[in-house]
């Protein structure tokens, strides 16, 4: 049996033969080791037990770009898939092959966090790295949220938005600084104040404010590749796809076409490795 993994630094979606689907959270190797993997996975009964009958496991991770990296997470999935083939990529990999539609395409994550490359169907090539939520992520849910919070405490945002953040959230300056420079995943914790952008009465704030963002990501991730308006641009991931209306305007202004823009690659990239 195939197993296929998406994992972002939220969240990883299984989905396997026999539409077998499990969701366990992210695992992003710069956050976790090999042993809260693999004590994570073995939380989950249901998947404990079918995890001896699957012999091909692929897996595509933030964070996997390296050996090193990539080692962290095969070594917790061959303990846990202890009959399968275990294969690990990046999560760029993965975008790349559920965007693919027959010729060479810009292919980008926005999520979590934030990246992209250009995929002709063999091979893929990117131009700049991704920086993190602290140096890039242009565009992502970590950035948004890191934009929220910074207005927030610095008493910037709308009425509305910061009645959001004050009553639903109970935010104070204090939590956020343990949640940010204390506690671990300040990326995630970061992008789980995305949503606000969709609760948030205060439209011109929030239009001008995601705009803002993704021309920033097609700056640096779009316009980085050599003759970058001769290919389609696609997008997977939770952000992208709620704020597509608002992607497809700033690709205009670029002279760029749209490819296309899925919410979760793995039905996808299930499909891609059926195929090949």
């Known amino acids: 049996m195939l197993l296929v993994a998406d994992s972002g630094s939220t969240k990883t979606q299984w989905l396997g033969d026999n539409r077998c689907r499990f969701e366990t959270i992210g695992f992003n190797p710069f956050f976790h080791s090999t042993a809260s993997i693999l004590s994570e996975l073995k939380k989950n009964s249901e998947f404990s037990e079918k995890s001896i009958e699957f012999k091909d496991v692929i897996f595509y991770g933030s964070g996997c770009s390296s050996d090193d990296r990539k080692k962290i997470v095969y070594n917790a999935l061959s303990v846990f898939f202890p009959n399968a083939k275990v294969f690990i990529g990046h999560d760029m990999e993965a975008s790349a092959f559920a965007t693919y539609v027959g010729k060479p395409t810009i292919s980008c994550i ?49 009425e509305a938005t910061n009645r959001i953040l004050e009553e639903q959230y109970q935010l104070t300056k204090e939590k956020i600084f343990e949640a940010v420079y204390t506690k671990p995943h300040a990326n995630v914790y970061l992008a789980s104040f995305a949503k606000v952008l969709s609760e948030s009465p205060d439209k011109d704030f929030v239009y001008d404010l995601v705009k803002e963002g993704m021309r920033a990501f097609v700056k640096e991730h779009v316009c980085c590749y050599p003759d970058y308006q001769n290919y389609p641009v696609s997008f997977v991931g939770s952000i992208a796809f709620n704020f597509s209306g608002i992607i497809k305007e700033v690709l205009s202004e670029y002279n760029c076409e749209v490819g296309v823009i899925i919410k979760d690659p793995i039905e996808r990239l299930f499909q891609w490795h059926k195929d090949q």
């Open 110 to 158: 926005i999520g979590t966090g934030s990246n992209s490359c250009l995929f002709d169907g063999k091979q893929y090539t990117e131009v700049v790295p991704a920086l993190g939520y602290i140096l890039g992520d242009e565009g992502s849910g970590s950035y948004f949220g890191k934009k929220l919070l910074t207005s927030f405490l610095y008493h910037q945002l709308p």
